[in-house]
């Protein structure tokens, strides 16, 4: 298995021993990054199991690349098929968009329906290799559905606590998993988060979250895109960012492959806000490494409604670092990209959708002839039904002459 060499601060730089311990850097709070040795990775597996031979016989799925994660032990993975999620193409789409080709990495395709489930099985699967009990973990809705799920799973006890926004079907999916649910009076995420991490280090809880086995776990939806296009990196991702762990997770898995050398070239990577809650794109237009929290965040995409977001350095690496870029749309934007990709097929929750409205708002200003992009969706449509809708209906008595009329 993978050896994590260091730990190292997005930040400030500072790298840490791997046994450490740490969720964040004890000096300026930010997320921490694992270093792996590749060369060891490389040479490992290069000659035997990553070998585009025999990789291209095994379907893409998120335990396929398993030397890539921290899990000593494969025998005890906690794992309910997670990953080896769809790559859609619409050709309405993409005639629209006017580029080459244009795929939708659906991860409502995952157990609970988004791609925290990739985080978790990792995360849980720690979690089991380490004796946990109790897992406690903050949660905007479906990373909560996610680990209580897992949890439920491996039988262990799990503590979900939220803000006070999360869209019902969210809640009642982390009830029904078992789990106990502590609802913070707050719409901060990050007051949440800081609550599980006390809460963890003064009981004893396991702390589960947006820390490093989530990252490396949510790495796989890079390595499937890769895997899906045939071992070719798309010309673009299009991905949204809440704390910034999941685009941080694909750039590294691109990074990963390149670096093992099973892909020439990298991605751009273009990171989406939601206008009310921005501080990633804030601190892009600025070109400053600094990112202000938000103080009122107001988004009905309430997946991403993250205003001090953990892993946001990590996300404005992947757009500086890939060559990219990003943009905040708006509320309007985001269901007007909701409902396109309905009307196409693809239902998505207000999240999974704002990579397309990102999409929607930029392709006149990129070149996008001959191009290959790949926008992240997400989530599932039924984990946010009801937000930005006026459903219509026709509601008649059971009877056929009634009907007639309305047909
Ligand atoms: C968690 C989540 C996001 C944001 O991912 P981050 O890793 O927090 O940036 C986006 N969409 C959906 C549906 C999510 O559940």
Redesign the pocket.
């Known amino acids: 298995m993978v050896e994590i060499k260091s730990l190292k601060c997005f930040q400030c730089g500072k790298t840490y021993p791997p046994d450490s311990n740490l969720f964040r850097c004890p000096d300026c709070n930010s997320g921490l990054n694992a270093i792996y040795d590749y060369k060891a990775i490389q040479i490992a597996y290069l000659g035997n199991t990553i070998i585009r031979g025999e990789w291209t016989r095994i379907e893409p799925h998120h335990w396929k690349y398993y030397h890539f994660y921290p899990i000593n032990d494969v025998t005890k993975i906690i794992s309910m098929a997670e990953g080896g999620t769809p790559l859609i193409e619409f050709q309405k789409i993409t005639q629209e968009i006017g580029c080459e080709h244009l795929y939708f990495k659906y991860?409502g395709a995952n157990p609970t329906g988004?791609?925290?489930d990739r985080?978790s099985t990792v995360e849980i699967t720690n979690a089991i290799e380490q004796n946990a009990k109790s897992v406690i973990c903050a949660s905007?809705?479906?990373?909560g559905a996610s680990v209580a799920a897992y949890a439920a799973m491996a039988g262990i006890n799990c503590i979900i606590l939220i803000p006070n926004n999360i869209p019902s079907p969210k809640l009642a999916q982390i009830f029904a998993y078992g789990a106990k649910i502590i609802q913070i009076n707050t719409n901060s995420y990050q007051k949440v988060q800081k609550l599980s991490e006390q809460a963890a280090a003064k009981f004893g809880y396991f702390l589960l979250g947006?820390y490093i086995n989530?990252t490396e776990g949510?790495k796989s939806v890079g390595f499937e895109i890769i895997d899906q296009l045939g071992w070719k990196a798309p010309d673009y991702v299009f991905?949204?960012?809440?704390?910034?762990?999941?685009?941080?997770?694909i750039w590294k898995a691109f990074m990963e492959f390149h670096q093992i050398e099973l892909i020439e070239k990298l991605p751009r990577i273009i990171g989406v806000q939601a206008e009310g809650c921005a501080p990633v794109i804030n601190a892009l237009k600025k070109n400053s490494p600094t990112i202000i929290p938000i103080t009122n965040p107001q988004t009905i995409?309430s997946?991403?409604s993250?205003p001090d977001?953990i892993?946001g350095s990590g996300?404005l690496l992947a757009i500086k670092n890939s060559n990219g870029t990003g943009l905040a749309v708006t509320d309007n934007e985001i269901v007007q990209a909701r409902n396109k990709l309905a009307k196409v097929g693809l239902f998505?929750?207000p999240?999974?959708a704002?990579s397309l409205a990102g999409l929607m708002k930029l392709h006149k200003k990129l070149d996008l002839q001959n191009k290959t992009i790949v926008c992240?969706v997400?989530?599932?449509g039924l984990?946010d039904a009801q937000t930005g809708y006026d459903i219509k209906k026709t509601e008649i008595e059971p009877d056929i002459n009634e009907l007639k009329i309305f047909l």
């Not at 905007?140 to 990373?143: H, I, Q, V």
């Not at 991905?239 to 997770?249: D, K, N, S």
């Open positions: 991860e988004s791609f925290k985080g905007t809705g479906n990373m947006d989530r949510e991905c949204p960012i809440g704390t910034g762990t999941l685009i941080w997770a995409a997946a991403i993250c977001p892993s996300a998505a929750e999240s999974g704002v992240i997400t989530g599932h984990k």
